[in-house]
Protein backbone atom coordinates (compact mmCIF):
# COMPACT_ATOMS: atom_id res chain seq x y z
CA UNK A 1 0.00 0.00 0.00
CA UNK A 2 1.47 3.16 -0.83
CA UNK A 3 1.59 6.10 2.05
CA UNK A 4 0.21 9.43 1.03
CA UNK A 5 3.07 12.09 0.68
CA UNK A 6 3.64 14.56 2.76
CA UNK A 7 3.65 18.08 1.03
CA UNK A 8 6.99 19.65 1.11
CA UNK A 9 8.17 22.81 2.33
CA UNK A 10 10.97 25.02 1.94
CA UNK A 11 12.93 26.97 4.69
CA UNK A 12 14.92 29.69 3.64
CA UNK A 13 17.10 31.67 6.69
CA UNK A 14 20.74 32.01 7.65
CA UNK A 15 19.74 30.84 11.08
CA UNK A 16 20.78 27.18 11.75
CA UNK A 17 18.98 27.76 14.80
CA UNK A 18 16.16 29.41 13.30
CA UNK A 19 15.93 26.68 10.85
CA UNK A 20 16.15 24.03 13.20
CA UNK A 21 13.32 25.37 15.16
CA UNK A 22 10.99 25.23 12.41
CA UNK A 23 11.69 21.82 11.21
CA UNK A 24 11.24 20.45 14.65
CA UNK A 25 7.61 22.15 14.20
CA UNK A 26 6.90 20.83 10.81
CA UNK A 27 8.65 18.03 10.01
CA UNK A 28 5.25 15.23 11.69
CA UNK A 29 2.96 17.12 8.73
CA UNK A 30 5.71 18.07 6.36
CA UNK A 31 8.43 17.24 4.37
CA UNK A 32 11.19 19.71 4.09
CA UNK A 33 14.16 21.45 2.54
CA UNK A 34 16.46 24.04 3.73
CA UNK A 35 18.41 26.98 2.26
CA UNK A 36 20.96 28.94 3.79
CA UNK A 37 20.11 32.25 1.58
CA UNK A 38 17.63 33.01 -1.19
CA UNK A 39 20.44 32.58 -3.92
CA UNK A 40 19.94 28.69 -2.29
CA UNK A 41 16.33 29.13 -2.26
CA UNK A 42 16.08 30.43 -5.86
CA UNK A 43 17.80 27.58 -6.84
CA UNK A 44 16.59 24.75 -4.62
CA UNK A 45 12.89 26.31 -5.85
CA UNK A 46 14.01 25.57 -10.18
CA UNK A 47 15.30 22.09 -9.28
CA UNK A 48 12.22 20.84 -7.07
CA UNK A 49 9.00 21.02 -8.58
CA UNK A 50 7.54 19.21 -5.40
CA UNK A 51 7.98 22.26 -3.20
CA UNK A 52 4.48 23.42 -2.16
CA UNK A 53 5.49 26.59 0.56
CA UNK A 54 8.55 28.86 1.12
CA UNK A 55 8.78 30.37 4.48
CA UNK A 56 11.07 32.96 4.16
CA UNK A 57 13.54 35.25 6.32
CA UNK A 58 13.69 38.53 5.43
CA UNK A 59 17.53 39.35 6.59
CA UNK A 60 19.66 37.34 4.42
CA UNK A 61 23.13 37.05 2.60
CA UNK A 62 23.26 37.17 -0.90
CA UNK A 63 19.76 37.47 -1.68
CA UNK A 64 17.56 38.74 0.94
CA UNK A 65 13.79 37.58 1.73
CA UNK A 66 12.51 40.74 -0.72
CA UNK A 67 15.03 39.78 -3.57
CA UNK A 68 13.95 35.88 -3.60
CA UNK A 69 10.19 37.42 -3.55
CA UNK A 70 10.74 39.59 -6.32
CA UNK A 71 12.05 36.78 -8.43
CA UNK A 72 9.50 34.29 -7.64
CA UNK A 73 6.65 36.87 -8.50
CA UNK A 74 8.26 37.61 -11.71
CA UNK A 75 9.12 34.12 -12.80
CA UNK A 76 8.27 32.71 -16.03
CA UNK A 77 7.42 29.23 -14.62
CA UNK A 78 3.79 29.63 -13.14
CA UNK A 79 4.42 26.74 -10.38
CA UNK A 80 6.95 29.03 -8.91
CA UNK A 81 5.22 32.46 -9.62
CA UNK A 82 2.38 31.11 -7.60
CA UNK A 83 3.76 29.41 -4.99
CA UNK A 84 2.40 30.50 -1.65
CA UNK A 85 5.85 32.14 0.01
CA UNK A 86 5.39 32.97 4.20
CA UNK A 87 7.63 35.40 5.46
CA UNK A 88 9.13 34.97 8.97
CA UNK A 89 9.60 38.58 11.04
CA UNK A 90 10.09 39.11 14.47
CA UNK A 91 7.12 42.00 14.02
CA UNK A 92 3.53 41.35 13.74
CA UNK A 93 2.57 45.45 13.30
CA UNK A 94 0.24 45.55 10.56
CA UNK A 95 2.98 48.29 8.85
CA UNK A 96 5.31 45.31 8.32
CA UNK A 97 2.18 42.87 7.58
CA UNK A 98 1.41 45.53 4.28
CA UNK A 99 5.27 45.45 3.30
CA UNK A 100 5.40 42.09 2.94
CA UNK A 101 2.45 42.23 1.05
CA UNK A 102 3.20 44.65 -1.12
CA UNK A 103 5.96 42.61 -1.87
CA UNK A 104 4.40 39.68 -2.83
CA UNK A 105 4.39 37.56 0.18
CA UNK A 106 1.38 35.17 0.75
CA UNK A 107 1.32 35.39 4.54
CA UNK A 108 3.72 37.02 7.67
CA UNK A 109 4.21 35.32 10.98
CA UNK A 110 6.41 35.90 13.75
CA UNK A 111 8.99 33.51 15.51
CA UNK A 112 7.14 33.82 17.93
CA UNK A 113 3.61 31.50 16.83
CA UNK A 114 2.08 28.94 17.68
CA UNK A 115 3.37 25.41 16.71
CA UNK A 116 -0.98 24.35 16.06
CA UNK A 117 -1.33 27.83 13.74
CA UNK A 118 1.63 27.25 12.10
CA UNK A 119 0.81 23.98 11.35
CA UNK A 120 -2.95 24.75 10.14
CA UNK A 121 -1.50 28.41 8.22
CA UNK A 122 1.04 25.89 5.87
CA UNK A 123 -1.87 23.01 5.52
CA UNK A 124 -4.02 25.46 3.93
CA UNK A 125 -1.68 27.42 1.58
CA UNK A 126 -0.07 23.73 0.26
CA UNK A 127 -3.60 22.61 0.00
CA UNK A 128 -3.96 26.10 -2.11
CA UNK A 129 -1.51 24.95 -4.09
CA UNK A 130 -2.86 21.70 -4.90
CA UNK A 131 -6.30 23.07 -5.85
CA UNK A 132 -4.82 25.91 -7.69
CA UNK A 133 -3.05 23.47 -10.32
CA UNK A 134 -6.09 20.92 -10.36
CA UNK A 135 -8.13 23.69 -10.97
CA UNK A 136 -6.07 24.71 -14.06
CA UNK A 137 -5.88 21.33 -15.28
CA UNK A 138 -9.90 20.90 -15.24
CA UNK A 139 -10.18 24.06 -16.82
CA UNK A 140 -8.29 22.88 -19.42
CA UNK A 141 -9.54 19.70 -19.35
CA UNK A 142 -13.89 21.01 -19.83
CA UNK A 143 -12.44 22.77 -22.65
CA UNK A 144 -11.05 19.87 -24.44
CA UNK A 145 -13.98 17.82 -23.52
CA UNK A 146 -17.12 19.87 -23.84
CA UNK A 147 -18.12 19.37 -27.18
CA UNK A 148 -18.19 15.89 -26.54
CA UNK A 149 -19.51 16.08 -22.83
CA UNK A 150 -23.05 15.94 -21.84
CA UNK A 151 -22.73 19.29 -19.58
CA UNK A 152 -24.92 19.98 -16.29
CA UNK A 153 -27.70 22.33 -16.51
CA UNK A 154 -26.73 25.89 -14.85
CA UNK A 155 -29.63 27.11 -12.48
CA UNK A 156 -31.68 29.86 -14.30
CA UNK A 157 -32.26 33.53 -13.43
CA UNK A 158 -34.63 33.08 -11.92
CA UNK A 159 -33.36 30.26 -9.41
CA UNK A 160 -30.81 31.96 -8.64
CA UNK A 161 -33.04 35.36 -7.53
CA UNK A 162 -35.12 32.23 -5.61
CA UNK A 163 -32.07 30.57 -4.32
CA UNK A 164 -30.58 33.89 -3.85
CA UNK A 165 -33.50 35.52 -2.12
CA UNK A 166 -33.36 32.60 0.46
CA UNK A 167 -30.24 32.52 1.24
CA UNK A 168 -29.38 36.61 1.80
CA UNK A 169 -32.84 36.52 4.08
CA UNK A 170 -31.04 34.05 6.32
CA UNK A 171 -27.79 35.53 6.04
CA UNK A 172 -29.85 38.93 7.39
CA UNK A 173 -31.64 37.02 9.90
CA UNK A 174 -28.72 35.06 11.17
CA UNK A 175 -26.37 37.91 10.94
CA UNK A 176 -24.35 35.46 9.11
CA UNK A 177 -21.76 35.72 5.68
CA UNK A 178 -23.49 36.81 2.11
CA UNK A 179 -21.83 37.19 -1.04
CA UNK A 180 -22.27 37.81 -4.70
CA UNK A 181 -19.30 36.98 -7.02
CA UNK A 182 -19.60 38.43 -11.17
CA UNK A 183 -17.21 36.60 -13.11
CA UNK A 184 -16.68 37.35 -16.26
CA UNK A 185 -13.57 36.64 -19.05
CA UNK A 186 -12.45 38.01 -22.28
CA UNK A 187 -9.60 37.64 -25.00
CA UNK A 188 -6.98 40.23 -25.23
CA UNK A 189 -5.14 40.72 -28.06
CA UNK A 190 -1.73 42.94 -28.39
CA UNK A 191 -2.90 44.21 -31.35
CA UNK A 192 -6.27 45.08 -30.58
CA UNK A 193 -7.74 47.68 -28.40
CA UNK A 194 -10.59 48.56 -26.57
CA UNK A 195 -12.83 46.16 -24.03
CA UNK A 196 -11.65 42.38 -24.74
CA UNK A 197 -12.90 39.90 -27.17
CA UNK A 198 -15.40 37.40 -26.24
CA UNK A 199 -14.31 34.22 -25.45
CA UNK A 200 -15.20 31.04 -27.95
CA UNK A 201 -18.44 29.05 -26.58
CA UNK A 202 -16.74 25.98 -25.68
CA UNK A 203 -14.17 28.03 -23.33
CA UNK A 204 -17.13 30.06 -22.18
CA UNK A 205 -19.23 26.65 -21.45
CA UNK A 206 -16.49 24.85 -19.48
CA UNK A 207 -15.80 27.78 -17.05
CA UNK A 208 -19.08 27.54 -15.87
CA UNK A 209 -18.81 23.78 -15.47
CA UNK A 210 -16.32 24.34 -13.45
CA UNK A 211 -17.52 27.39 -11.44
CA UNK A 212 -20.37 24.88 -10.89
CA UNK A 213 -18.07 22.07 -9.56
CA UNK A 214 -16.39 24.24 -7.48
CA UNK A 215 -18.74 26.09 -5.31
CA UNK A 216 -20.64 24.44 -2.56
CA UNK A 217 -23.78 22.85 -2.55
CA UNK A 218 -25.48 25.52 -0.99
CA UNK A 219 -24.60 28.01 -3.53
CA UNK A 220 -26.00 29.23 -6.32
CA UNK A 221 -23.73 29.99 -10.04
CA UNK A 222 -25.91 31.10 -12.98
CA UNK A 223 -24.94 32.31 -16.45
CA UNK A 224 -26.21 35.61 -16.47
CA UNK A 225 -24.21 37.22 -19.75
CA UNK A 226 -22.53 36.00 -23.09
CA UNK A 227 -19.37 35.49 -21.06
CA UNK A 228 -20.72 35.95 -17.54
CA UNK A 229 -21.18 34.43 -14.25
CA UNK A 230 -22.65 34.82 -11.27
CA UNK A 231 -21.97 33.32 -8.13
CA UNK A 232 -24.31 33.86 -4.20
CA UNK A 233 -22.98 32.66 -1.73
CA UNK A 234 -23.90 32.68 2.28
CA UNK A 235 -21.04 29.50 3.04
CA UNK A 236 -17.96 31.69 3.08
CA UNK A 237 -16.79 35.46 4.81
CA UNK A 238 -15.74 38.19 2.29
CA UNK A 239 -12.21 37.42 2.52
CA UNK A 240 -12.65 33.80 1.87
CA UNK A 241 -15.04 34.80 -1.20
CA UNK A 242 -12.08 37.11 -2.55
CA UNK A 243 -9.19 34.55 -2.37
CA UNK A 244 -11.86 32.08 -4.61
CA UNK A 245 -12.56 34.91 -6.73
CA UNK A 246 -8.66 35.28 -6.76
CA UNK A 247 -7.86 31.58 -7.63
CA UNK A 248 -10.67 31.70 -10.31
CA UNK A 249 -9.18 34.55 -11.90
CA UNK A 250 -5.97 33.34 -12.20
CA UNK A 251 -6.63 29.35 -13.39
CA UNK A 252 -8.81 31.63 -16.24
CA UNK A 253 -5.80 33.93 -17.02
CA UNK A 254 -3.29 30.86 -17.09
CA UNK A 255 -5.07 28.53 -18.99
CA UNK A 256 -2.98 28.47 -22.66
CA UNK A 257 -5.45 27.89 -25.23
CA UNK A 258 -5.74 30.44 -27.64
CA UNK A 259 -3.20 28.86 -30.01
CA UNK A 260 -1.75 32.27 -30.76
CA UNK A 261 1.20 34.46 -28.09
CA UNK A 262 -0.25 37.43 -28.96
CA UNK A 263 -3.58 36.19 -27.56
CA UNK A 264 -4.57 35.80 -23.84
CA UNK A 265 -6.96 34.91 -21.39
CA UNK A 266 -7.78 37.49 -18.89
CA UNK A 267 -10.59 37.32 -15.94
CA UNK A 268 -12.12 40.04 -13.90
CA UNK A 269 -14.11 39.23 -10.85
CA UNK A 270 -16.13 41.74 -9.52
CA UNK A 271 -16.89 41.18 -5.69
CA UNK A 272 -19.84 42.57 -3.16
CA UNK A 273 -20.45 41.69 0.30
CA UNK A 274 -23.30 42.06 2.54
CA UNK A 275 -22.34 45.27 4.33
CA UNK A 276 -19.59 46.26 2.19
CA UNK A 277 -21.81 49.23 0.69
CA UNK A 278 -22.54 50.57 4.25
CA UNK A 279 -26.13 49.14 3.84
CA UNK A 280 -26.11 46.42 5.83
CA UNK A 281 -29.95 44.93 5.94
CA UNK A 282 -30.88 47.32 3.39
CA UNK A 283 -29.14 45.82 0.76
CA UNK A 284 -31.45 43.84 -1.85
CA UNK A 285 -29.95 41.09 -3.64
CA UNK A 286 -30.25 43.09 -6.81
CA UNK A 287 -28.11 46.03 -4.94
CA UNK A 288 -25.48 43.39 -4.59
CA UNK A 289 -25.89 41.88 -7.71
CA UNK A 290 -25.69 45.17 -9.69
CA UNK A 291 -22.51 46.29 -7.36
CA UNK A 292 -20.70 43.03 -8.32
CA UNK A 293 -21.11 43.41 -11.99
CA UNK A 294 -20.19 46.84 -12.47
CA UNK A 295 -17.14 45.83 -10.75
CA UNK A 296 -16.49 43.24 -12.86
CA UNK A 297 -17.34 45.37 -15.93
CA UNK A 298 -15.25 47.70 -15.02
CA UNK A 299 -12.24 45.53 -14.24
CA UNK A 300 -12.76 43.71 -17.75
CA UNK A 301 -13.22 47.08 -19.25
CA UNK A 302 -9.63 48.04 -17.98
CA UNK A 303 -8.38 44.57 -19.24
CA UNK A 304 -6.67 43.55 -16.28
CA UNK A 305 -6.82 40.15 -14.27
CA UNK A 306 -7.85 39.99 -11.32
CA UNK A 307 -10.76 41.38 -8.38
CA UNK A 308 -12.44 44.33 -8.20
CA UNK A 309 -14.62 45.22 -4.47
CA UNK A 310 -15.35 48.23 -2.98
CA UNK A 311 -12.03 49.63 -2.61
CA UNK A 312 -10.46 48.85 -6.26
CA UNK A 313 -13.83 50.45 -7.50
CA UNK A 314 -13.12 53.58 -5.91
CA UNK A 315 -9.75 53.59 -6.81
CA UNK A 316 -10.80 52.85 -10.51
CA UNK A 317 -12.98 56.22 -10.06
CA UNK A 318 -10.59 58.45 -8.80
CA UNK A 319 -8.45 57.75 -11.86
CA UNK A 320 -5.68 56.27 -9.87
CA UNK A 321 -3.87 52.71 -11.44
CA UNK A 322 -5.14 49.79 -9.63
CA UNK A 323 -2.98 47.14 -10.52
CA UNK A 324 0.56 46.35 -11.71
CA UNK A 325 1.98 44.09 -13.86
CA UNK A 326 2.65 42.74 -16.91
CA UNK A 327 1.30 43.71 -20.97
CA UNK A 328 -0.71 40.39 -20.76
CA UNK A 329 -2.65 40.77 -17.68
CA UNK A 330 -1.29 37.75 -16.15
CA UNK A 331 0.44 39.07 -13.55
CA UNK A 332 -1.49 42.11 -11.28
CA UNK A 333 -0.65 42.61 -8.16
CA UNK A 334 -1.82 45.87 -5.70
CA UNK A 335 0.00 49.22 -6.32
CA UNK A 336 1.85 49.82 -3.33
CA UNK A 337 0.53 52.62 -0.74
CA UNK A 338 2.36 55.60 -0.35
CA UNK A 339 3.60 54.46 3.37
CA UNK A 340 4.97 51.20 1.59
CA UNK A 341 6.73 53.63 -0.98
CA UNK A 342 8.30 55.71 1.49
CA UNK A 343 9.44 52.84 3.80
CA UNK A 344 11.11 51.31 0.69
CA UNK A 345 13.22 55.15 -0.13
CA UNK A 346 13.84 54.70 3.41
CA UNK A 347 15.42 51.56 3.44
CA UNK A 348 16.75 52.29 0.30
CA UNK A 349 15.33 50.32 -2.18
CA UNK A 350 14.92 52.94 -4.81
CA UNK A 351 14.90 50.06 -7.42
CA UNK A 352 11.21 48.78 -6.29
CA UNK A 353 9.91 52.90 -5.94
CA UNK A 354 11.23 53.86 -9.25
CA UNK A 355 8.14 51.96 -11.02
CA UNK A 356 5.69 54.07 -8.59
CA UNK A 357 7.65 57.61 -8.44
CA UNK A 358 4.19 59.14 -10.19
CA UNK A 359 1.57 57.86 -7.37
CA UNK A 360 4.48 59.31 -4.89
CA UNK A 361 4.89 62.16 -6.94
CA UNK A 362 1.13 62.59 -6.63
CA UNK A 363 1.08 61.72 -3.03
CA UNK A 364 3.17 64.14 -1.62
CA UNK A 365 2.61 67.40 -4.14
CA UNK A 366 0.06 68.72 -1.37
CA UNK A 367 2.83 68.38 1.19
CA UNK A 368 5.58 70.17 -0.80
CA UNK A 369 2.82 73.22 -1.88
CA UNK A 370 2.29 73.71 1.92
CA UNK A 371 5.78 73.71 2.34
CA UNK A 372 6.43 75.93 -0.51
CA UNK A 373 3.67 78.49 1.12
CA UNK A 374 5.46 78.33 4.80
CA UNK A 375 8.57 79.34 3.16
CA UNK A 376 6.79 82.62 1.61
CA UNK A 377 5.31 83.90 4.84
Not at 28 to 37: C, H
Not at 164 to 181: I, Q
Not at 237 to 263: Q, S, T
Request: with cysteine; glycine share 10%.
Amino acid sequence: MDLPVKPRVLIADDSRIVRATLIKRIEGMFEFREALDGEQAWETLLLDPGIRVVITDLTMPRLDGYGLLKRIRSSRISRIRDIPVVVVSGSDEQEERDRVKAAGATDLITKGIGTAQLLSRLDILSKLVATQREFERSLEALVRNVAGSAPVALPTSEQLQAQGEALLSAAVAGRKNFAVLNVRAGIRHVELAGVPALPPPGVVDAIGQLLLRTVRETDVVSKTGEAEFTVVTGSINFDAARIFAERVCRAIACVHLAGDRRMSFIASCGVAALGDAGGGAQETLRSLCDAAARRAALGLNHAVTGVVGAEEEGAFDRGETVFDGGDDGSELVPVPDLATLLQWLKEGRRDKVLPHVGKLSAELQPLVEMLLAKTRE
